[in-house]
Nanobody, 117 residues
Framework: QVQLVESGGGLVQPGGSLRLSCAAS????????MSWYRQAPGLERELVAR???????NYADSVKGRFTISRDNSKNTVYLQMNSLKFEDTAVYYC???????????WGQGTQVTVSS
């Protein structure tokens, strides 16, 4: 019943921008910590950004100053604004909803981001 639907991925040139969206349904959105992960071919999945219910955020060092995570609780949606994109940002980006008490997590299907000239 729980669904995380991601959108906004695509092909962009280096230095360009994209905004990813993750629309959640079937869960109490405000109780969940929302995160964006990414996985490039041949590499392990890594945490990109995280936002708590209070609005507090965490970022991977590689994206600090370039990416911004936000959430709209009225729309049950989390966003990832990506600016100044680099070749190494190319990956499949996944949305995660995590609730520590009780411990539960859900994942989206992923959306491809390709940075190429």
């Amino acid at each position: 019943q729980v669904q995380l639907v991601e959108s906004g991925g695509g092909l962009v040139q280096p230095g360009g921008s994209l905004r990813l969206s993750c629309a959640a349904s079937g869960l109490a959105f405000t109780t969940y910590i929302m995160s964006w992960y990414r996985q490039a071919p041949g590499l392990e999945r890594e945490l990109v950004a995280r936002i708590f219910s209070t609005g507090i955020t965490n970022y991977a060092d590689s994206v600090k100053g370039r990416f911004t995570i936000s959430r709209d609780n009225s729309k049950n949606t989390v966003y990832l604004q990506m600016n100044s994109l680099k070749f190494e940002d190319t990956a499949v980006y996944y949305c995660q909803a995590f609730q520590p008490l009780p411990k539960r997590d859900y994942w989206g299907q992923g959306t491809q981001v390709t940075v190429s000239s």
